[in-house]
């Protein structure tokens, strides 16, 4: 499990004047990024049937690296899809190119 990290809050700081006005330019510019990043991706619903044994194959796999199991389907998902197009796309290639070496 996560371990929580206690933070403690500390009160207002006075900046100066140069400082804090490229602090308030970075926070601007930091909502209009995520702002855009929201409205880019669209998300979906992606669902499936799976057998209760293999889910708790890949709870105790997410328990273990320490994140929600859907956050860690998605990371293996994606890191799988990646590496199986990178494989296909070089294996296209030396059927075309077949004195190429990877």
């Given amino acids: 499990m996560r371990q929580k990290r206690n933070y403690q809050i500390l009160g207002d700081v006075e900046l100066p004047e140069d400082v804090h006005a490229l602090a308030t330019e970075k926070m601007v510019q930091a909502e209009a990024d995520l702002q855009?990043?929201?409205?880019?991706?669209?998300?979906?619903?992606?669902?499936?049937?799976?057998?209760?044994?293999?889910?708790?194959?890949?709870?105790?796999?997410?328990?273990?690296?320490?994140?929600?199991?859907?956050?860690?389907?998605?990371?293996?998902?994606?890191?799988?899809?990646?590496?199986?197009?990178?494989?296909?796309t070089a294996a296209k290639r030396m059927q075309f190119h077949p004195h190429v070496s990877l």
């Avoid at 998300?43 to 209760?52: I, P, S, Y």
């Avoid at 889910?55 to 997410?62: E, N, S």
């Fill in 36 to 88: 855009k990043i929201k409205t880019d991706q669209q998300e979906v619903r992606v669902n499936f049937r799976w057998t209760k044994d293999k889910l708790d194959i890949v709870k105790q796999a997410a328990e273990e690296m320490g994140i929600p199991y859907q956050a860690y389907l998605k990371q293996v998902i994606l890191r799988q899809s990646l590496a199986d197009i990178q494989a296909i």
